[in-house]
């Protein structure tokens, strides 16, 4: 890559400021909006039932490339394919359903019977049940992730999109830290399982486990760190530093969660300790010379070199702990955060319809009243005369960042919370283990599903992939025509890539 070239390819995604939060909404709500459609298309017309040409194409047009047009040609006008995506799916709801459905709800909102009892599998498929709507904001999440890291380079994906330098709010930037929180929500299901079975690993346990998934991550990482030097790649140097990158970060998570663990018996809330260590680390930042020494001191040392990435890692990890908050009420059937019930004793009760209908109900106002939790901290934080006045920081992962990720997934989750709510009830109300496994699959996209069970995979391909087209396309000089052909063509190969690897079973999940 010749060097005028590359410092030109610098220049493209530095000091830049970002954009309005209200349209990073707008824009993102496009994948709940799709995955409205989508539900609508199966519940109505099973159109998904059997996966041919067509089903795959309506899928990857819902599931892909409708946030890869919201990101790039329907940038300026994110609110008319939203319209776009709800008018259908609105018109195709007042349809009546093509036949099967309502024997088909009526199986899944009774447990199966035998011998004239209900049939009683007390394991942790009970207990931890497959969340259609979980799957679809995790495969969402990582779909606009990947388009998102090739798109930037294009220049038909907009500046206010990329990630900002310093203070503001972009698209990446909520990016970064929706890839951590739903990592956390996730990573709330070995506690969970703990407590199920009744077990209290000790911390050197934990820290096992914890390396475990540290270690691929560390080497993912060291071999990013080689290939960019190695090949004089552009690389953005005030994101992360001069040799840290997403992937230590990502590396570091678990083991420090491991150790935040010991802290959940003196505060037994993992909202509070992210709160806690968010609210720590903005007073070192405002009280000390730490946020000047982040932003503007001369790299002259290994600390100092990559001092975004070290300083950053605790505002990244108060989002995973946030996240794993979230995930606490969220997996579960029937769990409450801090009860420990047993599997063996048969202590998680059974969920009946009626039961299921109301537990939906507390899920729901719980995700909503978080969300005005968070929203309400990030306003306060935010405002000049109620507040503190802070700005968003990336860079830094402030509080009011923290803030910012926590309520923009919360909503998220709420939305696709309520269209599986709507559109498939009778996956929630399902009692039987085997049967809520089907109709969770019924009601999930398979390419969503594809992406969700194989992130860490498609995520390292996406990062090769985005290295080879650099190096072989000149990404400035492309028109809107050759971009959107690459990114399609990009897209269409981590699809693939993610149904192939779904179909024979494998999970490389992040």
Known sequence: MA??????????????????????????????????????LQQRRAFF??????????????????????????????????????GPALGLAALPPRGGGVARRREASHPAVRDGKAVSNSDERDALPVRPFLTAYRGSMMVVTCVS??????RVFPRRFAKVENWGTSLMDMGVGSFVFSAGVVGARPILRDRLAGRAPRLW?????????????????????WSVKGLDYAEHVTEYGVHWNFFFTLALLPPFVA?????????????????????????????????????????????????EGIFSFVGYLAIFLAGQATGL???????????????????????T??????????????????????????????????????????????????????AFNCSQLLAFCLVETVVFP?????????????????????????????????????????GLVNMTVKTLDAGTGTAMAVLVGYAMVLTLVALGLDARGIAIKI
């Open 49 to 86: 039932a059997r996966y041919g040409v067509a089903a795959f194409t309506a899928d990857f047009l819902l599931s892909v490339a409708a946030i890869l047009l919201a990101t790039t040609l329907y940038a300026g006008a994110p609110l008319l394919l939203n319209a776009f995506l709800v």
């Open 205 to 225: 346990a934990r820290l096992s486990r914890s390396g475990r998934h540290a270690v691929p991550l560390l080497l993912l990482g060291f071999v990013r760190l």
């Open 149 to 154: 890291i090739l798109a930037v380079d294009f």
């Open 353 to 406: 319809a009626d039961g299921a209908r109301a537990e939906r109900r507390r899920l729901l106002l719980r995700l909503g009243a978080w969300s005005l939790v968070w929203s309400g901290l990030l306003a306060g934080t935010l405002s000049y005369r109620w507040g503190l006045a802070l700005r968003i920081s990336r860079r830094l992962a402030n509080l009011p960042y923290v803030l910012w990720v926590c």
């Open 259 to 307: 150790l935040f663990h010991s802290a959940f018996t003196l505060i037994p809330s993992y909202a509070v300790l992210a709160l806690l260590l968010a609210a720590v680390y903005e007073a070192v930042l405002d009280q000390t010379r730490l946020k000047a020494y982040v932003l503007t001191a001369p790299r002259t040392g290994l600390l100092s070199q990559n001092r």
């Open 426 to 466: 009778h996956v929630h109300r399902a009692v039987d283990p085997t049967i809520a496994e089907q109709e969770a699959r019924r009601a999930t996209s398979r390419i969503l599903r594809s992406y969700n069970r194989n992130g860490l995979a498609v995520f390292l391909l996406a990062n090769l992939m985005t």
């Open 329 to 351: 009420y969220v997996l579960p059937r029937s769990v409450a955060e801090g009860t420990r019930p047993s599997l063996r004793s048969g202590a998680v009760a059974r969920s």
């Open 3 to 40: 060097q005028s070239y590359k410092a030109l390819k610098e220049d493209f995604v530095s000091n830049l400021s970002g954009g309005a939060i209200w349209e990073i909404n707008a824009v993102t709500t496009v994948a709940p909006a799709a995955v409205l459609l989508w539900s609508v």
